[in-house]
Structures are given as structure tokens and as C-alpha cells.
């Protein structure tokens, strides 16, 4: 699975419909920093839903991404094993947000 989404992404095949195959992968490192390339997919809260299936997610970067928002962070919030969460640039998480998730149990 981590090898085929990488391979996917990287090539701007995964979209909002395909991704649900990716729904309780395996996946332990995911970088989705796809909003700063032109022509770009946008991850978005739904993509994150998805993601945080995932038991075994110790590292996320969304870097970029210009679509999460709370309610794509608070999906994240059940990912336990979560060690590395990337948010440069994602311009609609704001303080709440942030907050959200540092004080989550």
C-alpha cells in the first residue's frame, strides 16, 4: 500500500474517488505537499478521514496544503501513533485548530 500511494501521488493519479482504496492501508509515512506544484490534486479534510485509518501513521506532512481545515485535523486526532504532523503553509488551520489537536486526549 505505502508503495503504490506514493507512486500515485507522485504522479497526480490519486483523486477524491480513488483514494477510498486507500482506506485502512497500512500507510506509516505519508507527504502531501501537493499544492505547490502547479496543476496540482488538492488534499482536502476528506482525504485526511481517510488517512486516519490508518493505525500505523507516525508521519504526515501536509505542508502546503491549502484545503484542511479543523475538521480535517480532528480526523487526524484518532491517529495514535502519530509522531510527525508537517502544516507549513496551510493557510486555512488556524489557532483553534492547532489547539484542537495539542490538547486532544
Known sequence: CQQAFSYLFERKLI??????AFEG?????VTLTSDFRAGAIPVTDDWLKILACSSVLQYLDLS?????????????CKVSNLVTLKLKGCTAINDAALSFIIHHP
Open 15 to 20: 483523486n477524491q474517488y480513488n483514494i477510498l
Open 25 to 29: 492501508c497500512p500507510l506509516s509515512h
Open 64 to 76: 502546503g496544503s491549502k484545503h484542511i481545515t479543523r475538521r480535517g485535523i480532528a480526523y487526524l
